[in-house]
């Protein structure tokens, strides 16, 4: 009973929260958050899951990547539990990693490797469509509502950022967000601060 409430309120949570995103009411706030600490978080609660499939997960935060941002702490929350959560439910042996830097443009990225089985190359363009699995298979198979990816880059959008996905069928994905988050202690990049 206690599995199947969890089942049915994660169900109507994606509903709603891709009825808000469709209707435009899905608000944004900027405050200062901390970065290293959400994805840290992201880790230790999906930690429990990997270990119960006997794999490893991780994360690494690149040298000079800011500790304290702005942003939506929350909904990038939500974005990297998605991410992060398909991966370890895709992946069965090895494991998952979620790396964090600044890239070139000035942008925070978020990758999340996994050594799933890898995304066919026709079945990529259609990940982000309501109600699709990456493999192609009828959600019941895995789980989840085949909302969650179409969910993250509807919110990925609205924060300005972008999302991509580079996977090789039997050598696992690589799932990237790129968000312009600016640096909360003013050490913003010149492109930033020129724009």
Known sequence: VKTSGEALLALIDGILDFSRIEAGKLDLVAEVFDLHALV?????LLAPRAQGKGIEIATFVARGTP??????????RQVLVNLAGNAVKFTDIG?????????ERGAVEIAVHDTGPGIQAQRIPLLFEE?????????SRHGGTGLGLAITRR???R???EVQVDSKV?????????????????HAPQAEQDE
């Open 159 to 161: 924060m300005q950022g």
């Open 95 to 103: 494991g998952v990693g979620i790396c964090v830097s600044r890239g």
């Open 131 to 139: 109600f699709e699995q990456g493999d192609g298979s009828p959600s």
């Open 67 to 76: 500790r304290r941002v702005i942003g939506d702490g929350d909904r990038l």
């Open 40 to 44: 840290e978080g992201v880790v230790e």
């Open 170 to 186: 039997g050598q696992g994905s690589v799932f990237k967000v790129s968000l312009p988050l600016p640096d909360a202690d003013g």
């Open 155 to 157: 919110i990925v959008a």
